[in-house]
């Protein structure tokens, strides 16, 4: 069974970058059927897709958020990471990386990690 679990601080100041790391267990993110998914939730609101990457390499991003957003792998520690620029007080929330069969699915996540941009 895959296991999904994300690293990074939990405080950003605004406009720093957020950088988290998934770590995957149980699965390779080489393989090319799943999407390696980031997702978001902010305080009060839903879920809300970030991009993801491809087990061949290939990235996703989400339109509104693609400018900001970078998502990149180091297959030997079979880890995925996003990256999120010029961060300010509306990118607080639960972030969770997640695997999915479809381009916008996520079928495996992660526990989530708080991220707050705060100074």
């Known amino acids: 069974q895959v296991q999904l679990q994300e690293s990074g601080p939990g405080l950003v100041k605004p406009s720093q970058t957020l950088s988290l790391t998934c770590t995957v267990s149980?699965?390779?993110?080489?393989?090319?059927?799943?999407?390696w998914t980031w997702i978001r939730q902010p305080p009060g609101k839903g879920l809300e897709w970030m991009g993801a990457?491809?087990?061949?390499?290939?990235?996703y991003y989400r339109p509104s958020l693609k400018s900001r957003t970078s998502i990149s792998r180091d297959t030997s520690k079979n880890q995925f990471t996003l990256e999120l620029r010029s961060v300010t007080p509306e990118d607080t929330a639960v972030y969770y990386c997640?695997?999915?069969?479809?381009?916008?699915?996520?079928?495996?996540r992660g526990q989530g990690t708080q991220v707050t941009v705060s100074s």
């Open positions: 990457i491809t087990g061949s390499g290939a990235t």
């Open positions: 149980g699965g390779s993110i080489t393989t090319n059927y799943y999407y």
């Open positions: 997640a695997r999915g069969f479809g381009l916008y699915e996520y079928n495996d």
